[in-house]
Nanobody, 128 residues
Framework: QVQPVESGGDSVQAGGSLRLSCVAT?????????VGWFRQAPGQIREGVAT????????YYSDSAKGRFTISRDNLKNTVYLEMNNLKPEDTARYYC????????????????????WGPGTQVTVSS
C-alpha cells in the first residue's frame, strides 16, 4: 500500500517562499510513475498545481504555478518536492500529494480525477 506524507507547509507573507515535500513509502518503491501536487482552499474544489513523471522528471504546471513553482523529485529518497516562490495570498490552501492511479493517466495537473492515494496534506497560508 502506498501512503504519501506531505510536509513543509507554513504561514508566510506574500512574496515569500516555501518548499513542500512528499514522501511515498511503499514496498514496491515509489509506486506509480506520476506524482502530482494539488491544493484545496476552503469551499473550493481540489485543483492541480504541478505533476511530474518520476522516471525522467518531465513536469507540467497549472497556469497559476508557471514561473513561480518548481516540482522536482529525488527517487533515491522517494520524495517529490514543490518549490514555491513569490507566494501570493491566493496560494493559501491545503496542499496534497497524489499518485496517478487511473489506467491511461495523462499526468497533467488538470486531470485531478486520475490521481489517488492522497496524503493528509500540509497547510500553506500566505498573508498580504
Amino acid at each position: 500500500q502506498v501512503q504519501p506524507v506531505e510536509s513543509g507547509g507554513d504561514s508566510v507573507q506574500a512574496g515569500g517562499s516555501l518548499r513542500l515535500s512528499c514522501v511515498a513509502t511503499s514496498e514496491f518503491g515509489f509506486g506509480p510513475d506520476c506524482v502530482g501536487w494539488f491544493r484545496q482552499a476552503p469551499g473550493q474544489i481540489r485543483e492541480g498545481v504541478a505533476t511530474i513523471f518520476t522516471s525522467d522528471g518531465t513536469s507540467y504546471y497549472s497556469d497559476s504555478a508557471k514561473g513561480r513553482f518548481t516540482i522536482s523529485r529525488d527517487n533515491l529518497k522517494n520524495t517529490v518536492y514543490l518549490e514555491m516562490n513569490n507566494l501570493k495570498p491566493e496560494d493559501t490552501a491545503r496542499y496534497y500529494c497524489g499518485l496517478a492511479v487511473a489506467e491511461g493517466y495523462a499526468c497533467l495537473p488538470s486531470f485531478v480525477q486520475d490521481f489517488g492515494y492522497w496524503g493528509p496534506g500540509t497547510q500553506v497560508t500566505v498573508s498580504s
